[in-house]
């Protein structure tokens, strides 16, 4: 019997992080595997063109009649990684509210956001000596249920004007912190300077 894509997931994952030089990045390919081995019909890009909140290190996408949709983004750090400390940073405070179906993860751990409120939590395993995982009780199928159904969601319908509201406050919000933050930020000019 074949093996679970989440199971191949973790071995990966181990294998690499036994090697004893990974980094956030090396874990990256074996992610993406994962997310279009639970749902074949999407595409996971990793390091997708930089949008208005900035690039999340994923986007994942559905083929539809009309052109590709974005179903969610997700947001990779090294393995171990604080993912507390993550959620007070400055890329998450732009990215909570401008995307609506969001993932942070340290690659063991995944937090899943929808509308910028936490959703749920699963962790697959921790990490042992000379980088042996340690799987958590039940945390293969926590895992998988989270990411299936953080895949299954689908993209807001914009037919209801209260929804279109809601999604331009939002935004609208979003981009009036980036302007404050960039009026405040040092001044970097070398005008009048000779």
Not at 50 to 60: I, K, L, S, Y
Not at 68 to 90: C, F, M, N, Q, R
Not at 124 to 144: C, F, I, M, S, Y
């Amino acid at each position: 019997m074949a093996a679970s894509p989440i199971d191949v997931y973790r071995r990966q994952i181990e294998k690499e992080l036994q090697a004893g030089n990974a980094t956030e990045h090396t874990h990256r390919p074996v992610l993406k595997t994962l997310l279009q081995a639970l749902a074949p019909k999407v595409t996971a890009t990793n390091e997708p063109k930089r949008g208005e909140c900035g690039a999340p290190d994923f986007a994942v996408t559905e083929k539809r009649a009309h052109g590709p949709v974005t179903i969610g983004h997700l947001e990779a750090k090294d393995v171990g990684k604080d993912l507390d400390e993550v959620e007070k940073s400055e890329q998450m405070k732009r990215y909570l509210p401008a995307l609506p179906n969001l993932i942070l993860t340290d690659y063991l751990e995944f937090r899943w956001y929808v509308d910028g409120e936490h959703r749920q939590t699963a962790r697959l395993a921790r990490v042992g000596k000379g980088g042996r995982l340690a799987p958590e009780k039940n945390g293969a199928e926590a895992v998988t249920d989270l990411l299936t159904t953080f895949l299954a969601r689908e993209a807001e319908p914009m037919n209801d004007p209260k929804a279109l509201a809601l999604r331009m406050a939002r935004l609208t919000h979003f981009i009036r912190d980036m302007i404050v933050t960039a009026f405040q930020a040092p001044a970097t000019s070398s005008w009048g300077s000779n």
